[in-house]
């Protein structure tokens, strides 16, 4: 057995996000800065693993009254929570070749919560960057319900309604790049 570790490249990785603002306009927003590790077990893909860390405050969305509002206790609490973390507890389907899909299940922990989420995942390729090095790229959407971790600040609206919608559709785009191959004694 042997397996690939690959170190996410953070000038080359987006985690960003997308929320209902007033129920029908989408505010978007992303993480600017983030560290993570992919291991690949060569032999057996199902034995692969997945680690994130995400600066919380480093949330932006083009605003900064709304970024200040995001960053305290009534939203992410950056103070006493400053780490939005991903494990993987599980990846199924295969990445042998650009475009082969897979999940990658795992625990999100935000703001001391910790919840299941299934990723849906996309291999993108892989290949020889201009540095020496080898790059592989992968996408993942997955939609949550952010009262499951404790966010659950809202105004109701006199039209009827929320201001801030309770799904928060996420999509990553990674791009790795390859470490060293470990061959298991």
Do not use: C
Not at 17 to 39: C, E, N, P
Not at 123 to 142: C, L, M, S, V
Not at 160 to 180: F, H, P, R
């Amino acid at each position: 057995m042997s397996t690939t570790s690959w170190e996410l490249d953070p000038a080359h990785t987006q985690v960003e996000f997308a929320v209902k603002h007033m129920m029908f306009t989408k505010v978007r927003g992303q993480f600017k800065d983030l560290s993570g590790t992919i291991t690949v077990d060569d032999d057996d893909p199902s034995n692969s693993s997945v680690e994130v860390e995400i600066d919380a405050a480093s949330i932006d969305t083009g605003v900064e009254d709304r970024d200040n509002h995001l960053r305290s206790e009534d939203f992410l609490w950056v103070e006493e929570y400053p780490t939005i973390a991903f494990r993987s507890t599980e990846v199924e389907g295969a990445t042998a070749a650009p475009g082969d899909e897979f999940q990658v299940t795992g625990e999100l922990t935000i703001r001391g919560e910790t919840r299941e989420v299934v990723l849906e995942a996309v291999y993108e390729g892989a290949g020889p960057d201009p540095w020496g090095g080898e790059r592989a790229g992968f996408t993942a959407t997955a939609t949550i319900d952010r009262r499951d971790w404790g966010l659950e600040w809202n105004k109701a609206l006199e039209a009827g309604g929320i201001l801030v919608g309770n799904d928060v559709e996420m999509e990553l785009s990674a791009q790795a790049v390859k470490q060293e191959e470990e061959a298991a004694v």
